[in-house]
């Protein structure tokens, strides 16, 4: 059962564009919803995380807005750059979870 | 340095032996997970563990064991059981959230093994 969908599997974008990613969950338990990025041969990294207390949260060119009613959470990339080119995850949990729930991925390549 | 340390970086496995992969943390965290990844796909959980001598079957147990006896290390080891073990290992770890906070994990660099 997958509780997090990430969309889209793969995404192009010129470099100095948008690239922007979506998920949607279902389980309304969740209050904690970090993105991770992935380099090929790396572990994921913590990109960015957010609370449903607040409906968008920025980190330099990274963005991540929410909408509690929608159940579904998005990651900006503003002026997106060939080294942002990697495998992004959302990834969403509760308080009490034993286990942090992902999405299945989004290949990101961003072309000169 | 704070951190999660997996190791080795590359394994190579002959078909029916059991190899053993490490993964050590020094972040004091309670909780730890080892994911599978296959080439262009996502995360799948094979075991983890919320504290020393318990740990939990995740969704693709099957062909692996762990053990947690201290609570910075949480070996996984893939078995002859395991059909298909060619893959990406990654061992992360995390705090458990408590009360108003929650945490995010922390993850390893992986460990690729090849079945030769």
Known sequence: QQQVKQSPQSLIVQKGGISIINCAYENTAFDYFPWYQQFPGKGPA??????????????????????????????HIMDSQPGDSATYF????????QKVTFGTGTKLQVIP | DGGITQSPKYLFRKEGQNV???CEQNLNHDAMY?????????LRLIYYSQIVNDFQKGDIAEGY???REKKESFPLTVTSAQKN????????SRTPGQGLVNTEAFFGQGTRLTVV
Do not use: H, M
């Open chain 2, 20 to 22: 053993t992969l490490s």
């Open chain 2, 65 to 67: 064991s762990v053990s």
């Open chain 2, 34 to 42: 080892w994911y599978r990844q296959d080439p262009g796909q996502g």
């Open chain 1, 46 to 75: 913590l990109l960015i995380a957010i609370r449903p207390d607040v409906s968008e949260k920025k980190e330099g060119r990274f963005t991540i807005s929410f909408n509690k009613s929608a159940k579904q959470f998005s990651l």
């Open chain 1, 90 to 97: 959302c990834a969403a949990l509760g308080r009490s979870d």
């Open chain 2, 85 to 92: 073990p060619t893959a990406f290992y990654l061992c992360a």
